[in-house]
């Protein structure tokens, strides 16, 4: 059964601060690992999608890496500013296509 | 830009009623899926819907629940006889295509409290 898990859990930075966030799963069978945005009470907002032969993919100040074979897949945020604040989850999608969620990191960037 | 959207946005129901939960998904797409959150935990992935028919579904999505496409616009998720743990935010989502490389959209989600 694939697990993933999602370090830290909490994180507080200043504003400007470069990040990475951390996923990792049990299972390196996968088909994509996808990077999601949820705010409080929020649904949840795709950010990055990268398939399984695929090791990185960027979109403006995001970059999330995946390295299958040792079930990581880091999310690095650039110039981290206050509207970034929220929680980061991965989503795993392994064989049957369900996708296994972490528990994600709650991140704030204060002024 | 076309999204997925949710009604009610909170639903408040007494444990052993019905409730039935609405989204609209996007146009174009063509597999849809329920998700729920637990509040302060992981979000987890109830069932999958395309042409008419569930194609996965997990341990929790029990007889309790159903799914329907009742027109060609909504889908909706029903639950017969809630329990106090049926208490979530339940999120739809849907996609282009139903592979594993699909990027799925999500709805802002219906808070459901069983009281």
């Known amino acids: 059964k694939q697990e993933v898990t999602q370090i830290p859990a909490a994180l507080s930075v200043p504003e400007g601060e470069n990040l990475v966030l951390n996923c990792s799963f049990t299972?390196?069978?996968?088909?994509?690992l996808q990077w999601f945005r949820q705010d409080p009470g929020k649904g949840l907002t795709s950010l990055l999608l990268?398939?399984?032969?695929?090791r990185e993919q960027t979109s403006g100040r995001l970059n999330a890496s995946l390295d299958k074979s040792s079930g990581r897949s880091t999310l690095y945020i650039a110039a981290s500013q206050p509207g970034d604040s929220a929680t980061y989850l991965c989503?795993?999608?392994?064989?049957?296509?369900?996708?296994?969620f972490g528990r994600g990191t709650s991140l704030i960037v204060h002024p | 830009e076309p999204e997925v959207t949710q009604t009610p946005s909170h639903q408040v129901t007494q444990m052993g009623q019905e409730v039935i939960l609405r989204c609209v998904p996007i146009?174009?797409?063509?597999?849809f899926y329920w998700y729920r959150q637990i509040l302060g935990q992981k979000v987890e992935f109830l069932v999958s819907?395309?042409?008419?028919?569930?194609?996965?579904k997990s341990e929790i999505f029990d007889d309790q629940f159903s799914v329907e496409r009742p027109d060609g616009s909504n889908f909706t998720l029903k639950i017969r006889s809630t329990k106090l743990e049926d208490s979530a935010m339940y999120f739809c989502?849907?996609?282009?295509?139903?592979?594993?490389?699909?990027?799925?959209?999500f709805g802002p989600g219906t808070r459901l409290t069983v009281l």
């Open positions: 989503a795993v999608r392994g064989g049957s296509y369900i996708p296994t």
């Open positions: 819907f395309y042409n008419n028919e569930i194609s996965e």
């Open positions: 990268i398939q399984s032969s695929q």
């Open positions: 299972d390196s069978a996968i088909y994509n």
């Open positions: 989502a849907s996609s282009e295509g139903g592979q594993g490389w699909n990027e799925q959209f």
């Open positions: 146009s174009n797409h063509l597999y």
